[in-house]
């Protein structure tokens, strides 16, 4: 097989050129540049451990959330780092008021590790799981929103949605997933785990309730150290505030890979079906009803 051409900013990074190296979406590399930031931080941690625990350090992480919160166009005040995109989902899902008999959509795309959070702490409260069959591959946007609309019913009070799909690299068309639940009275909890820096991203607009991603994986133009997730949430709702979010179980990507005998069941490719189309869809949503 021929190698592709090397990218024109490959020496940015510490790859070996002798490798192509595709899987950036399990674990990418770092580029010189943003190593050699975390480097200085540990220099200055190590010269004086306590002033920068205790005096640099909140200011640091202030200013790395602004910024962040500007790259995603979101308040920064609704805005929280979390050790992982895992962490994220399951912060949302450990505090969500659920109550007995309520429902939870899921598809059959979502992150194993996040489908067996969404199970977990549904049924903990009595509440139970569905998973909607989006089909793959896929025709249009409009399917994916149509096979997530389908499963609603009256009880439905939360939709887990994966931005990027992780085993089928689907990107689902988040804003109308989020628009035709929102107006259904669904909230939406986003697993953006590879979105940030792959899909343009606005937080504000969006009507999701929450957002979680990494700035890490997935695509080689992200820059951040590895464990650089975030967690967004909509400003005041019925739902739990980000301060809320304290009871949280860590999963990691590698238990995600592990599948569940309760875990959805994967979606098969349709007959005839060479390959998965990729879409984006990023019209702006023209209000955020319901947004406090
Ligand atoms: C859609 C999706 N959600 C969650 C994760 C897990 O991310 P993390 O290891 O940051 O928890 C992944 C990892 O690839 C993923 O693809």
């Not at 609603?152 to 085993?167: A, N």
């Amino acid at each position: 097989m021929e190698r592709p051409t090397p990218p024109l900013h490959a020496s940015r990074w510490g790859l070996n050129p002798e490798i192509t190296f595709l899987n950036h979406g399990s674990f990418g590399a770092c580029p010189h540049e943003v190593l050699a930031a975390q480097a200085e931080l540990r220099r200055r941690l190590e010269a004086q451990p306590v002033d920068f625990l205790t005096r640099q350090a909140p200011g640091l992480i202030d200013e790395a959330r602004n910024t962040l919160a500007d790259f995603l166009g979101a308040d920064p005040a609704g805005l929280v780092f979390v050790p992982n995109a895992t962490t994220g989902v399951n912060a949302v899902l450990a505090s969500y008021p659920f109550t007995a008999g309520d429902e939870v959509i899921i598809t059959n795309h979502t992150f194993n590790a996040c489908a067996n959070a969404a199970r977990y702490w549904a049924e903990r409260a009595g509440a139970s799981v569905k998973v909607a069959s989006v089909p793959f591959p896929i025709s249009n946007p409009a399917e994916v929103v149509e096979s997530i609309v389908a499963e609603i019913g009256p009880r439905t009070v939360l939709g887990l949605i994966d931005h990027v799909t992780s085993e089928t690299a689907l990107v689902f068309p988040i804003e109308q997933i989020a628009d035709a639940l929102h107006a259904r009275g669904v909230e939406v909890l986003v697993d953006g785990a590879h979105a940030p820096g792959m899909v343009p991203l606005n937080l504000e607009t969006l009507t999701a309730a929450y957002y979680t991603g990494n700035c890490t994986n997935g695509c080689v133009h992200r820059k951040a150290p590895r464990s650089s997730p975030f967690e967004a949430s909509g400003g005041p709702r019925s739902g739990p505030s980000s301060s809320a979010m304290v009871r949280t179980r860590r999963s990691t990507s590698g238990v995600g890979s592990i599948r569940s005998s309760t875990g959805p069941e994967r979606p098969t490719p349709r007959p005839g079906s060479v390959y998965p189309k990729r879409f984006v869809s990023w019209a702006r949503s023209p209000t955020v009803a319901g947004r406090a």
